[in-house]
């Protein structure tokens, strides 16, 4: 456990902005920040970060919280762990007492694979700088390279030793279990059950995920055995924390370059990413070879939207250059493309130029892709159908932009380059994206059967606890629900219990146990009003904000919003980052008004408008009953005397709201 002075000394030195820029490329807009959200497919920044108030909402998919809430959701991590992650970054001693037998056990499979990698980069490492065969292979084989030892420690370079068994036997050693050896990949395991070390005898390259994480490894063969063997490079496994085509080798060490230079250089093996790091080019990442991915470009988006893939000028490098450039031009990215000279790949060229010459290259040679595309496709074709087919390609290429008026600039400078007719570029583009829509809709439409209810069944409802993500109709022509009307106001209850529960909106009130006088704050008004019909707020996480306000109300520093969004709940502590984040349910001077006598009427009006939304459901569902009742009088009367006594309940309800109801 960590103790509530640590967490508090935690919370107050994070900077929310400083921590998610890690992740996310953020840029101010007035006194918030915005970006891309990494939590959904975001095309346009919905991403909100208030440093003022400690919290992020995205307004598109609903995620919001405070800093430790980020690092939970985003790196899947228990909210001691995301505690202890932000203590390392800020550099904060965390004392904690040593987990039991029981406790480890305990600890998800996920957080097992992490520490499981953790160790063998730091087995790996030592086998390298401490064992006179990791000295004459590994190092030996990464400084021939002329990489310094500043960069190997950067890039956790490591050794694995020949011997079958090392890692499995020490690892066995340390207490570390078969199964996560095995689910990490790190080792395989035979029909007998006994283990063999998977990159025995190879350099070790780690996989460092965008949080800083280990997700997995790179093993390169070095001796005379690489010759004609067709593995000379071996990767982990997938697992359930490493996706190869969700990952990008480098990342961790470029992501801060990459948001400071706004581009990121995109290449193909380890070697080229370290190279180019010690030459001084710092943002580049690569994917290790294989074609791109949806959720690496995504992964990428969040830190630029201009891309330079960086290939050889051989065919290879052409053909490399040309996979998966449709999808980084469907997600919004800048295309472009850099072939280096005969003979050299981003390794050599780095290593033989300083970063100015380097970049200087790159300014100069540097083509954007649908040019690049051109000039590629049409080279030396003269035949009518092949020329017309490369054309339509480029074309392809084009209709899947985004955005209309790159989509149109390209069409016309394209038009221009290959001495077509524009309208019959545009025609055939048109004709691309109509079929693309189509395709859209059709699989839109699949999906939807595949999610309706067999025949029999139900449609799910949802639960209490995402009550307050219902969407609520608010078109005048589908009036709200009691339920919806429901949802809305409790939603508002907590947002204003959120904002200024802790303000006094009644002083000196007499007490009628012992006729002291008191003062009253908005959220113990709330809740005795509540309280006097016998009523509780239906949604659970708002409920708890409620009571919660009221514990805390005797405690003199107690500042509601800072309470709730940096409460220990990651439900209660997100939901209260989204309620004084949003702006939608509270009017404009709510939001900005803590004069008492406005709040007090705010409360007052709120309170017996959810009153009265209850009482009107109830009777909804008592003149049902009474018209299922008619053959029964003694129940017909009963019925008919609640419905009265709701009635007058409404009727004092709606007369303290101003309304006339008969």
């Not at 780690?206 to 490079?233: E, N």
């Not at 993500?469 to 106001?489: A, F, G, I, N, Y």
């Not at 309470?563 to 900005?592: M, R, W």
Request: charged share 30%; aromatic share 8%; glycine share 6%.
């Amino acid at each position: 456990m960590i103790d509530r002075p640590t967490i508090d000394r935690i919370m107050d030195a994070a900077n929310i902005v400083d921590v998610i820029s890690d992740f996310v490329s953020l840029r101010k807009k007035g006194t918030s920040y915005k970006g891309l959200c990494p939590f959904h497919d975001d095309s346009t920044p919905s991403f909100s970060v208030s440093p003022a108030k400690g919290v992020y909402k995205c307004f598109a998919c609903g995620k919001a919280g405070n800093v430790v809430n980020f690092i939970m959701e985003h790196e899947q991590m228990t909210y001691p762990d995301a505690l202890k992650w932000l203590a390392n970054k800020y550099h904060i001693e965390v004392k904690e007492k040593e987990l039991t037998p029981e406790e480890k056990a305990a600890q998800t499979e996920r957080d097992s694979l992490f520490i499981v990698n953790e160790w063998a980069v730091k087995f790996f490492q030592e086998q390298m700088a401490d064992t006179e065969e990791g000295k004459t292979i590994g190092l030996r084989y990464f400084r021939g390279r002329g990489f310094r030892d500043d960069i190997i420690q950067r890039f956790q370079l490591g050794f694995a030793p020949s011997k079958r068994q090392a890692l499995a036997e020490e690892a066995l050693k340390k207490g570390y279990k078969k199964e996560f050896l095995v689910k990490t990949g790190l080792c395989g395991q035979r029909d007998d059950g006994t283990l063999y070390d998977r990159f025995a005898g190879r350099v070790i390259f780690p996989w460092i995920g965008v949080g800083g994480k280990v997700t997995a490894f790179g093993g390169r063969l070095l001796d005379a055995r690489t010759k004609g063997v067709s593995q000379k490079y071996v990767n982990s496994p997938d697992s359930d924390i490493y996706h190869k085509d969700h990952e990008l080798y480098g990342i961790f060490q470029a992501k801060k370059a990459i948001v400071k230079e706004d581009c990121v250089f995109m290449v193909e093996g380890y070697t080229d990413v370290i190279s180019m790091h010690q030459c001084g080019i710092e943002n580049v990442v690569a994917n290790s070879g294989t074609a791109l991915s949806i959720h690496q470009i995504k992964l990428l988006r969040r830190f630029t939207q201009n891309i330079v893939l960086l290939y050889d000028g051989d065919e290879a490098g052409i053909h490399a250059a040309m996979r998966g450039t449709d999808m980084l031009l469907a997600e919004g990215m800048n295309v472009k493309v850099l072939l280096l000279p005969d003979q050299d790949d981003p390794d050599s060229f780095a290593r033989k130029h300083t970063a100015e010459d380097f970049r200087k290259y790159i300014e100069a040679h540097q083509a954007d892709f649908i040019e690049f595309k051109t000039n590629v496709t049409l080279k030396g074709v003269n035949d009518p159908i092949k020329r017309s087919s490369a054309i339509s390609d480029i074309v392809k290429s084009i209709s899947v932009i985004p955005d209309p008026i790159v989509r149109a600039t390209y069409v016309q400078d394209c038009a221009q380059r290959i001495g077509y007719n524009e309208q019959t570029l545009i025609q055939q583009m048109n004709k691309f994206i109509r079929a693309d829509r189509e395709q859209w809709a059709k699989e839109r439409q699949r999906e939807a059967e595949r999610m309706q209810p067999e025949n029999g069944a139900q449609a799910v409802e949802p639960s209490a606890t995402t009550i307050s993500k219902t969407p609520l109709r608010l078109s005048p022509r589908q009036p709200m629900t009691h339920e919806e009307k429901d949802v809305q106001l409790e939603r508002m209850i907590a947002e204003i219990v959120v904002r200024f529960g802790d303000t006094v909106i009644y002083h000196d009130v007499k007490n009628e146990a012992d006729g002291t006088l008191i003062n009253i704050n908005l959220a113990q008004y709330l809740y005795y009003d509540l309280a006097t019909d016998e009523m509780t707020l239906q949604n659970p996480i708002y409920n708890q904000i409620l009571t919660e306000a009221v514990e805390q109300s005797g405690n003199a520093d107690f500042v509601a919003e800072s309470y709730f969004t940096k409460h220990a709940d990651f439900n209660i502590s997100s939901e209260a980052a989204s309620l004084c984040s949003d702006a939608v349910q509270l009017t404009k001077s709510l939001q900005l008004n803590r004069d008492e006598e406005f709040l007090r009427n705010q409360a007052v009006h709120l309170v017996l408008d959810y009153k009265l939304n209850r009482v009107e459901k109830r009777l909804k569902t008592l003149r049902k009953q009474l018209g299922e009742v008619q053959t029964d009088t003694d129940k017909m009367m009963e019925v008919i005397k609640e419905i009265r006594e709701e009635e007058e309940l409404r009727n004092a309800i709606a007369k303290k709201l101003g309304n006339n109801i008969r």
